[in-house]
């Protein structure tokens, strides 16, 4: 059974900077995209970036383009994502997720993701 769990979030202030990492377990994830989405309240769920597992082949959603990495260790089985330069709009409650799949890209709609971690909240204070 595929479970992911992440970390990392946390207070900062406008600017910083905060790393999440996601870490998967119960499956080979060699054909597997992991994806990191974003609820913010009253907000729908929405894409931040992907990766794919193999390849590496990544997207990003455009407002965090240049600010945000994603990043992934294969030996440790986990996503990081590299989040600079926090912004006002960037708090919310970030999730990691996966879906079997060899896009390319991959797949960007959070319908398409079939496992989930539990989230974790960033919040920048200004």
């Known amino acids: 059974q595929v479970q992911l769990a992440e970390s990392g979030g946390g207070l900062v202030q406008a600017g910083g900077s905060l790393r999440l990492s996601c870490t998967a377990s119960?499956?080979?994830?060699?054909?597997?995209?992991l994806g990191w989405f974003r609820q913010r309240p009253g907000k729908e769920r929405e894409f931040v970036a992907t990766?794919?597992?193999?390849?590496?082949?990544?997207q990003y959603e455009e407002s965090v383009k240049g600010r945000f990495t994603i990043s992934r260790d294969n030996a440790k089985n986990t996503v990081y994502l590299q989040m600079n330069n926090l912004k006002p709009e960037d708090p919310a409650v970030y999730y990691c997720?996966?879906?079997?799949?060899?896009?390319?890209?991959?797949?960007?709609?959070?319908?398409?993701?079939?496992?989930w971690g539990q989230g974790t909240q960033v919040t920048v204070s200004s």
């Open positions: 119960g499956h080979s994830f060699s054909n597997y995209a």
């Open positions: 990766i794919r597992w193999d390849h590496g082949i990544k």
């Open positions: 997720a996966a879906y079997v799949g060899l896009d390319r890209p991959p797949k960007v709609a959070w319908e398409e993701y079939d496992y």
